[in-house]
């Protein structure tokens, strides 16, 4: 796989390591070139100066090339703004960090369903330790060819479960909503903003981010 990171921060360096021992190929899109002198001593991978939310950088990285872009800048703004610019692209999938939850339903109207909150994910990660949880229980549980994928309701009518036709192997296990969360039946009615969650095969990911990623459920 191909993996593009926008900004050198903390996060991205680790997750830059993390996908190389794994033998992926990696290139870090930053402004700073002290900042990219400074890794290419550091890290074996490629390394692209300018600004991550400008259309002709990101261009210049290969989008059609590439499998996942990873906005990880420590600002919320242009980690948006540089995932939709990707997105517009043509990268496959793209994942912007977000510190300030505010942003949170923003980034789930533009379809940006997997955005990532590191902060609220350790909170929680934290609390759930501190009462005795096996926090790594649900990881150890997935297992061969078994993914989650999650999508946000866009449309102001009303679905259905059902209404989805999902493929085979898949199927609604979680619906979040602002009252909590619901396990979901056939009939269970899906609202504007709702958050679905469905556990299927890995071969169905592609159809299904096709699908949901960035248009309303019904």
Not at 91 to 104: K, L, Q
Not at 139 to 158: L, W, Y
Not at 163 to 170: G, K, S
Not at 186 to 214: C, M, Q, W, Y
């Amino acid at each position: 796989m191909k993996i593009v990171l926008i900004g050198a921060s903390d996060l991205a360096k680790a997750t830059a390591h993390n996908l190389l021992a794994r033998g992926h190929d990696v290139v870090i899109v930053d402004k700073n070139r002290e900042v990219i002198d400074a890794l290419t001593e550091e890290l074996d991978c490629g390394f692209v100066e300018g600004d991550g939310t400008r259309p002709a950088i990101l261009d210049e990285v290969g989008p059609k090339g590439s499998d996942v872009l990873f906005c990880l800048t420590h600002n919320d703004q242009d980690n948006i703004l540089a995932a939709l610019v990707g997105r517009s692209l043509g990268f496959p999938r793209v994942v912007p960090m977000i510190r300030d939850s505010e942003y949170a339903t923003i980034c789930n109207e533009l379809g940006l369903s997997d955005t990532i909150l590191p902060d609220q994910t350790i909170a929680r990660t934290l609390a759930d330790m501190a009462e005795g949880y096996d926090v790594f229980e649900l990881s150890s549980m997935i297992k061969g060819e078994v993914r989650f994928f999650s999508f946000v309701v866009h449309d102001d009518d009303a679905a259905t479960v059902k209404d989805l036709e999902l493929p085979t192997e898949a199927r609604a296990i979680c619906v979040y909503r602002a009252e909590g969360f619901a396990l979901p039946d056939p009939d269970t009615k899906l609202s504007r903003g709702d958050h679905v969650v469905i556990i299927t095969h890995s071969h169905n990911l592609e159809a299904l981010r096709a699908r949901f990623a960035d248009i309303p459920a019904k």
